[in-house]
Nanobody
Framework: VQLQASGGGVVQAGDSLRLSCSAS????????MGWFRQAPGKEREFVAS??????RTTYAESVKGRFAISRDNARMSLQMNSLKPEDTAVYYC?????????????????WGQGTLVTVSA
């Protein structure tokens, strides 16, 4: 099982960034996928999730209206607009245990390595 996240970088407040995550063949079939993030000194937190068929998306309140999650089979993206310094974190992609998975990290079975997003003021 392999999850590969990419797209992180250093941007200024107000800029946009697009993260991508590719899952190895068969890993994400019939499973939800999601993004989590972990800022320095803080616990990992939920960012967004998308159901196996892309019909249902869920967002953390802190990113609603700014971030958009999408997927095309085993490839998932996170479009991040109007970035803020508080969005600075390592972002992780994950594959859920079920077709629909929410914000609980325990409902995800596979995790990728993180990609660092740094937003300067």
């Amino acid at each position: 099982v392999q999850l590969q996240a990419s797209g992180g970088g250093v941007v200024q407040a107000g800029d946009s960034l697009r993260l991508s995550c590719s899952a190895s063949k068969g890993t994400s079939r019939n499973s939800a996928m999601g993004w989590f993030r972990q800022a320095p000194g803080k616990e990992r937190e939920f960012v967004a999730s998308i159901s196996f068929n892309s019909e249902r998306t869920t967002y953390a309140e802190s990113v609603k209206g700014r971030f958009a999650i999408s997927r095309d089979n085993a490839r998932m993206s996170l479009q991040m607009n109007s970035l803020k310094p508080e969005d600075t974190a390592v972002y992780y992609c994950a594959v859920g245990l079920r077709p629909y998975s929410g914000s609980d990290p325990g409902s995800y079975r596979y995790w990728g390595q993180g990609t660092l997003v740094t937003v300067s003021a």
